[in-house]
């Protein structure tokens, strides 16, 4: 649920919303791994199937915006001169300011599978091409580059105990039938937690419904909607019961997705300066006033393609839509912001930073203690709570201290095959990666995350990990990384019930080595 | 008698409701009765059938007793009182829960139950905090009707606009109703050119909506084309069955000269007027008491 069923708009957890292929699910970008000819970029951004798998909504245009520039950081080995600081500069620039003169791709599919793909703005002038749903094609740029493109159905790339995270917060429609007419009972004021709550008999494993979240829901019974009691739950044994059983709630289930690769010398003319790709989509849903049948048989596309790509066309065509949903990085939308319809902001999330620091401590409240009561360091300063607290706050300046070290800390990588040239590229920090909300994909890594998104990619681990202390080392000098909360001897060793990472280590179908790369569909 | 529609967008939406609701047969629970009952709210208001709104709200009520504390259904119900031209009841029910109250779903319904009272400043004032927490083509329209009924034309007009701008091409019943209440404007300012075109769109948009279909014939009649008029106020009241329609029948039989024909029709209205009141609905009471 890197950015499953959000907004609320198209969020078909809620029973009177039907699935829709406005819900964009994830952004992943890496390095092609053929770099023979060049650095290739690899784009793939999965939505809902909806109306089926391989069978692409008409009235949906999908945009895939992008933007390469140079690294805003200095490097190991990189001279202190004029240039390294003019580069720097640049790369600042392009982080924060790229989103504006960004290229982007629109994607819309017609009533008989051709898939119309528009480039815009790219460096080489704007292009466009038909291809059909469901094939591998290749795409020729200005210059003869080969860009590959699939559009069509595969399996769900994502893998995650989507009611595992959903117990974690207390997020009520994964479990129960909340009337719309209440917005307030969706997340229930009951401390987030990682470790069941003793009482919490809303969200706590029920072996009466095993399989509650899991599709089966119940009426939401009359309150109280909140916890009052003072620790986490044990059994017989003293050990405390994870929310997550470390299952894929994905398994078996396919995706619609727009793949691309292509060469890095597409995206930008100095391919050699300009190491990071900042990647992005959006799913906009055509307005309804212009789908009245007013449109001619044959578009005038087929006779004036030119004026298909000028900016006065491009602005008329996204008139006709609506935005819906956007993604960048995961959890941005699902664990930040709180999957509101107003905070489909897309690269531009800058004002809701704010928000992010005090939903932070909110969950840090909740996450810490559990992470704490299982011997672990945490980043979070819980003032030593034994237990997870629900505490909502309404001041930046009141949450911010809290939080410092899990906004600040560096996020460590288990080794350095990452930085595959060995530069000595900084290790980015969780305020670096979630403003702006871009999959800002690092040419000289392996891309993946928080360097890019590969496919294999534990990102539901590895955000969770935000709560581990990383700069700290334990008494035996080891240190925490992003990948800890997946090592099986950590829990192996903790006191928790099952003995589990939280989320599946793998996706339920291999990768494929090749382009398109996600797996065929179920 | 009621007839069907024929092959329609609007036909096969009500074929898609009523296999919904087939599925929902053996649900049980609060949540699963509010689905039905909604949907049944929403069968009806788009064939226009009578009797089938007279259902749905008795489904709603029955619901609500079933499942008295639960908010969908409450929202439900003022929205068929609504519906069913019972204002009063709205508020008393949107007063009676705060929480749904003051919500801005329950504002949306608010305002328009104070505008069907002709309560229009205190509607524009609540239509208005609503479209300031959340703009929606509900509300746009709401403050529109609130507009129109102020006389103000040029920005009830204007806010539909910004009503239709809110719904994209799976919301298209509720295009053509927005479309439809632009043309009835069009229409009452003497402009037909753009009352035909605005229900020319509203009838490509969603085809077999009979609450269009009545707003094309009510324009045929402006125009004096009678013989047409009539055959589409018989299509649309041969489907739906309702009073005004009849009534409006009876008129163009009337304006036509068909003396035996509109005694006829007026006949059935006034004797469908009198059952609704019999029946304790206040639904065409003003019809009622009128004649």
New interface residues.
Partial sequence: MADHNDPNAVNSIF??IDPSAADVYDMFGFPGPDDSEGDRVVVALTFASVPETGVFDT?MLYRLRMFAHPRAAVTRDEPHDLDTLRQYLDGVRGTYFGAESAMEIRVTVDERGQATVTFHDFPGGSFMATVPVGEVTTIKAPGGLAIDAFIGGRDDAFFNDLPGFFRSINYAPQFY?V??????LRELPIPKTLLELEGNDLFNYNPAVPDLGWGV???LP?GPYTWAGDSFKKDAAGNYRFVYDGRDARAGQNVNAIILEMPLQVITRRPEADRIVDIWGESW??????????IPDHPIWHEHPLAFLGPDYRDRQLDGY?LVDTVGQPFADAGLSERENNRQLGANNFWLAPHFIKRLAHLGWGFGPSVTALGLRCSFDTDNAPVSVHRVYHSTIEAFPRTRKVIFQRLAMPDNSWDVHNLGIPLRRPFEIFVPNVCALDMDTTGTWPFGRRLEDQVANRFLSLFLDMESAGADGSRYHVETLSDQALWDAAPIDPKTSPNPLKNDKEFLPHFPYLAEPW | MVTRAAASDCADELRRLDLTLASLAGAGGADAATRRAYLQLRHARLSGVLADLRAADIAVGTALRCHPAWPDLSYLRASADLDMHRPGAALARLDAEPGLGQSPAGLELRGAALEQLGRYPQAQDCLTRVLDADPSWQAYASLAQVRTALGDREAADALYAQAEDELTAKQMSAFAWVRAARGDLAAASGDRETAWAHLGVASAAFAGYWLVESRVAGLLRREGRLDEAAAAYAAVRARTGRPDLAQALGEVHGQHGDVEQAARWQAIARAEYADSAARGEALYLHHHEAR
């Fill in positions: 029973s009177d009235d039938h009337p719309s007419t209440r917005p307030d829901k119940l009426d009359p849903v055509r307005k309804a006033s212009h789908k009245v049948p007013a609506k």
